[in-house]
């Protein structure tokens, strides 16, 4: 988690807006802005642990915030979640 976990708090603390509970993890709402660093990061993520899953998206509109999906199938991926999530 070290220096990863230390990007994601990074990103949380500059374009947070909102998180929210999904089935199986964590919507994270980020501002406008966000699309590139949330999507380097979630792809480098995913690489790493295979038990979890992420979906950005940005809201179709101009100004729209971006959204991160991240999920587990597993239930240990829940912890994990929750760190990234800053839960």
Not at 45 to 72: H, K, Q, Y
């Amino acid at each position: 988690m070290g220096e990863r976990g230390d990007e994601w708090r990074e990103l949380r603390d500059a374009w947070l807006v909102r998180a929210e509970a999904v089935p199986d993890g964590t919507r994270l709402w980020l501002a406008a802005g966000a699309w590139e660093a949330a999507d380097d990061l979630a792809r480098r993520e995913a690489e790493c642990c295979g038990f979890l899953d992420f979906e950005v998206a940005a809201e179709d509109r101009p100004g729209g915030r971006v959204r991160v999906d991240i999920t587990s199938p597993v239930p240990e991926g829940r912890a994990v979640i929750a760190a990234l999530a800053g839960l």
